[in-house]
Antibody, heavy 117, light 112 residues
Framework: EVQLVESGGGVVQPGGSLRLSCAASGFTFDDYAMHWVRQAPGKGLEWVSLISGDGGSTYYADSVKGRFTISRDNSKNSLYLQMNSLRTEDTALYYC??????????WGQGTLVTVSS | DIVMTQTPLSLSVTPGQPASISCKSSQSLLHSDGKTYLYWYLQKPGQPPQLLIYEVSNRFSGVPDRFSGSGSGTDFTLKISRVEAEDVGVYYCMQSIQLPYTFGQGTKLEIK
């Protein structure tokens, strides 16, 4: 059974940084690309970033490009999202998700990031 | 970016009755590889989204056969043949033919 557990969320001031983690189990981690998707309170879903199985290719939404960095450690079955220069509009529940046929086939429960002064 | 537009934004359905949600994309989702990269998700209250349908019409593992997807090009439909109480939540379509992946606004399904 696929399990994805996010951590690292919290309250941070505008301009601050956070590093999110996602611990994966139940599948061969390095066989799959991984995504981060976020959902602002009471709003819809926004795709944030994608990383290939070997970590060699990364992609970002324009809204986070240059501020967020996705990475993975396949030896630890872990996915990360380094978030710098945070803005109030980055406040959201951040989900990590396992790729399935160019979509998100399994999701974690999410970790909440609140950017506020 | 490809814009995904869902209608209606909300619907209220009596259990046992059918329901239908439309999703239109601003560009064709048909890839040169022959696949159409259109997906449907359901987000139940308080839960993360779950994949229902991939590539227009394929049900994901464990998805009941009362859910079906259809369409082509830029026009797609999710149908629930007989709505059950457990189907409440917000339904999203999503495209992945082009980065960034984009979602529709969501359609909230309630039970009458």
């Amino acid at each position: 059974e696929v399990q994805l557990v996010e951590s690292g969320g919290g309250v941070v001031q505008p301009g601050g940084s956070l590093r999110l983690s996602c611990a994966a189990s139940g599948f061969t981690f390095d066989d799959y690309a991984m995504h981060w998707v976020r959902q602002a309170p009471g709003k819809g879903l926004e795709w944030v970033s994608l990383i290939s199985g070997d970590g060699g290719s990364t992609y970002y939404a324009d809204s986070v490009k240059g501020r967020f960095t996705i990475s993975r450690d396949n030896s630890k079955n872990s996915l990360y999202l380094q978030m710098n220069s945070l803005r109030t509009e980055d406040t959201a529940l951040y989900y990590c998700a396992k790729d399935f046929e160019m979509a998100m086939g399994g999701w974690g429960q999410g970790t909440l990031v609140t950017v506020s002064s | 970016d490809i814009v995904m537009t869902q209608t209606p934004l909300s619907l209220s359905v009596t259990p046992g009755q059918p329901a239908s949600i439309s999703c239109k994309s601003s560009q064709s989702l048909l890839h040169s590889d022959g696949k159409t990269y259109l997906y449907w998700y359901l987000q139940k209250p308080g839960q993360p989204p779950q994949l229902l349908i991939y590539e227009v019409s394929n049900r994901f593992s464990g998805v009941p056969d009362r859910f079906s997807g259809s369409g082509s090009g830029t026009d797609f439909t999710l149908k629930i043949s007989r709505v059950e109480a457990e189907d409440v939540g917000v339904y999203y379509c999503m495209q992945s033919i082009q980065l960034p992946y984009t979602f529709g606004q969501g359609t909230k399904l309630e039970i009458k």
